[in-house]
Every structure is written in C-alpha cells, then in structure tokens.
T-cell receptor, first 112, second 112 residues
Framework: SQQGEEDPQALSIQEGENATMNCSYK?????LQWYRQNSGRGLVHLIL?????REKHSGRLRVTLDTSKKSSSLLITASRAADTASYFC????????????FGAGTILRVKS | KAGVTQTPRYLIKTRGQQVTLSCSPI?????VSWYQQTPGQGLQFLFE???????NKGNFPGRFSGRQFSNSRSEMNVSTLELGDSALYLC???????????FGQGTRLTVV
C-alpha cells in the first residue's frame, strides 16, 4: 500500500518555468527521498531529507519537509525538457528497516 | 563506482513457470530491497535483505521469495507465475546508516 499522495498527478509547464510537486504521508519518518523515473526505467535518486531537516538544496532542486503537516515539496527551478519524467516521493518509516513507502508520483512534462 | 546492476533486463515467461531475477548492489552496500512496480498498484515493497537475512517483508504471497548471498548480491524468485505478476521489478541497495537507496534499471517481466 502507498503511504501518501502526491499532488498534482500531472503537471505540464514550459521550459524555463519552475515546477513544484507536493507529497503527503501518514506516519513518523526517519527521512523522505525523492526520485525521478524516465519512461518505466529505473529510479534515479534525487535527494534525501532527514526528519530533523526543513530544507535541502541540490543544484536546481529544492526540497522542503514539514513534519508537523507530514508533507514535503520538491521544487525544480528553470526546468528543461530533459526534466520530463515521473517524480516520486518515498518515506523511510521509523521502525520499518529500510523499507520505502512510495507515493503515486507526479508526471511532469516540460515543453520546449 | 558501479551502480546497482539487475539482470536480466527483460523476461517473457509463461503462466505457471518460475523466474529468478538477480541484483548486484553497489560495492559496500549491505542492504538490498526489492520492489514491484505496476500501473495499477504503483511501487510496492517486496522484501529487504541485510547480511543474508530477510529483515522486512511486504504483503505479497509466498510465491515471491528471495535470498542474499555473502557478497550482498541478491536474487528474487517468483514461482507459479500469474498474469498479474507482469511488472517492472526494481532492486535497491543502501548502506545502513544514511539509508539513501539507489535503484537499478529494473527487470521487466512479462507473463503470457
């Protein structure tokens, strides 16, 4: 079963615009990870944010985490056509070993 | 540093047959997890192995099994294949402490 929801389910933007995706979850977590997937291929790890962190940056990516609201957001700035992919959040729940619980994903399309 | 390697990349099997998928984790990673991805159910956790021991198991029938070898390589086996087992099977490896999980390209299994 999937822990939470991602919002929106699909997003279409123009190249150069920013894209924001949101993720909600239900339980206490050790960390939350964001992944990208191109056309049913493997998952590419983007960023991990720990439960005691509020914001993290990596290149054009900015991730925030609000544990009180059990939500996270992924911002991709100055998007490129190559960013077109599905994006998933995954939570590492406390006491659950290395099991990741994935959201349903957001399909991002960047038009050039 | 080599990434997670999954073999084979594609498989076509007939209902009732069994299949074995292989995963070689990133060097130094001792935890290996398996996930099933389908359009209907999304990404679902199958099981996790650490030091040759299964630490966690998802809600899948006993037809799904796995093991891990002393070199951390892992295999998963699905017996008595059903049409609904058609999916992308993903393997992830991680160290113990920071828990970033890195995925392979997956094995696309089609059951006919």
């Amino acid at each position: 079963s999937q822990q939470g929801e991602e919002d929106p389910q699909a997003l279409s933007i123009q190249e150069g615009e920013n894209a924001t995706m949101n993720c909600s979850y239900k339980t206490s977590i050790n960390n939350l990870q964001w992944y990208r997937q191109n056309s049913g291929r493997g998952l590419v790890h983007l960023i991990l944010i720990r439960s005691n962190e509020r914001e993290k940056h990596s290149g054009r990516l900015r991730v925030t985490l609000d544990t009180s609201k059990k939500s996270s957001s992924l911002l991709i700035t100055a998007s490129r056509a190559a960013d077109t992919a599905s994006y998933f959040c995954a939570t590492d729940e406390i006491g659950n070993g290395n099991k990741l619980v994935f959201g349903a994903g957001t399909i991002l399309r960047v038009k050039s | 540093k080599a990434g997670v390697t999954q073999t084979p990349r594609y498989l076509i099997k007939t209902r009732g047959q069994q299949v074995t998928l292989s995963c070689s984790p990133i060097s130094g990673h001792r935890s290996v997890s398996w996930y099933q991805q389908t359009p209907g159910q999304g990404l679902q956790f199958l099981f996790e192995y650490f030091s040759e021991t299964q630490r966690n198991k998802g809600n899948f029938p006993g037809r799904f099994s796995g093991r891990q070898f002393s070199n951390s390589r892992s295999e998963m086996n699905v017996s008595t294949l059903e049409l609904g087992d058609s999916a992308l099977y993903l393997c992830a490896s991680s160290r113990v402490l920071d828990r970033e999980a890195f995925f392979g390209q997956g094995t696309r299994l089609t059951v006919v």
